[in-house]
T-cell receptor
Framework: DGGITQSPKYLFRKEGQNVTLSCEQN?????MYWYRQDPGQGLRLIYY???????QKGDIAEGYSVSREKKESFPLTVTSAQKNPTAFYLC????????????FGAGSRLTVL | QKEVEQDPGPLSVPEGAIVSLNCTYS??????FMWYRQYSRKGPELLMY????GNKEDGRFTAQVDKSSKYISLFIRDSQPSDSATYLC?????????FGTGTQLKVEL
C-alpha cells in the first residue's frame, strides 16, 4: 500500500542534542512537507520541498534543518538551537500540486527531557 | 489576525445529532478549502476538499464554502461515536496549506 512512513513514533532526547526524524513516501509525490503541531496552535509549517535537492523555509524554520537527496525521503533534524522542541511532528506529501491536498504520515512525538 | 480562524471547542453532541463545524479565513485570493479529520495521536486524514464557493457532499458529510463571507463549514449528519476526533479546516493555494487550530468533537452515546 502506498503511504508515508514516519519514524520513530516516539522519541526522547536530552537538551542540547540534535535528533533526526525520518519521513519516507512511496506515493511518487514530488512535494514533501514538515509540520509541527502543538495544543491550541494547529499545524505550523517548518520546511517544504517541491523537488529533489531543493527546499524552502516555512513559517517556523528556526532551529530545524532538512535535506532532500531522494524523491522518497525528507528527513527533519531538530537541532539544539530549537528552543521548545517538544511537539508532535507531521510529515506530508502533495497529492495534487494545484490544490495542495496533502497526505500525512502518522506523526512522530518528540519529548525533550 | 490569523489567516484561518477556528473555534477549538470542545464540542460535545449526542449520537445522531447534526454537527456544524465552522471556520473563517482572511485572504480571499485562495480558492481551495479542505477539511481534515485527526484522531488522537494520529496524522490528519483528508475528509473533503472544495474549490471556490458552493457545497460538496460525501455520504454523511457536507462541505460548504461561502466566499462572500469568507466562511467554511462542515456538516456531519447522523453523527456517530466514531466521528469523535479533531477536525481541521485548511485553505490551499500557492505552495502550502494553512490550517485552523482544529475543533475537538465528541459524539456521546
Amino acid at each position: 500500500d502506498g503511504g508515508i512512513t514516519q519514524s520513530p513514533k516516539y522519541l526522547f532526547r536530552k537538551e542540547g542534542q540534535n535528533v533526526t526524524l525520518s519521513c519516507e513516501q512511496n506515493l511518487n509525490h514530488d512535494a514533501m512537507y514538515w509540520y509541527r503541531q502543538d495544543p491550541g496552535q494547529g499545524l505550523r509549517l517548518i520546511y517544504y520541498s517541491q523537488i529533489v535537492n531543493d527546499f524552502q523555509k516555512g513559517d517556523i524554520a528556526e532551529g530545524y534543518s532538512v535535506s532532500r537527496e531522494k524523491k522518497e525521503s525528507f528527513p527533519l533534524t531538530v537541532t539544539s538551537a530549537q528552543k521548545n522542541p517538544t511537539a508532535f511532528y507531521l510529515c506530508a506529501s502533495n497529492r495534487d500540486s494545484g490544490a495542495n491536498v496533502l497526505t500525512f504520515g502518522a506523526g512522530s512525538r518528540l519529548t525533550v527531557l | 489576525q490569523k489567516e484561518v480562524e477556528q473555534d477549538p471547542g470542545p464540542l460535545s453532541v449526542p449520537e445522531g445529532a447534526i454537527v456544524s463545524l465552522n471556520c473563517t479565513y482572511s485572504n480571499s485570493a485562495f480558492q481551495y478549502f479542505m477539511w481534515y479529520r485527526q484522531y488522537s495521536r494520529k496524522g490528519p486524514e483528508l475528509l473533503m476538499y472544495t474549490y471556490s464557493s458552493g457545497n460538496k457532499e460525501d455520504g454523511r458529510f457536507t462541505a460548504q464554502v461561502d466566499k462572500s463571507s469568507k466562511y467554511i463549514s462542515l456538516f456531519i449528519r447522523d453523527s456517530q461515536p466514531s466521528d469523535s476526533a479533531t477536525y481541521l479546516c485548511a485553505r490551499g493555494g500557492g505552495n502550502k496549506l494553512t490550517f485552523g487550530t482544529g475543533t475537538q468533537l465528541k459524539v456521546e452515546l
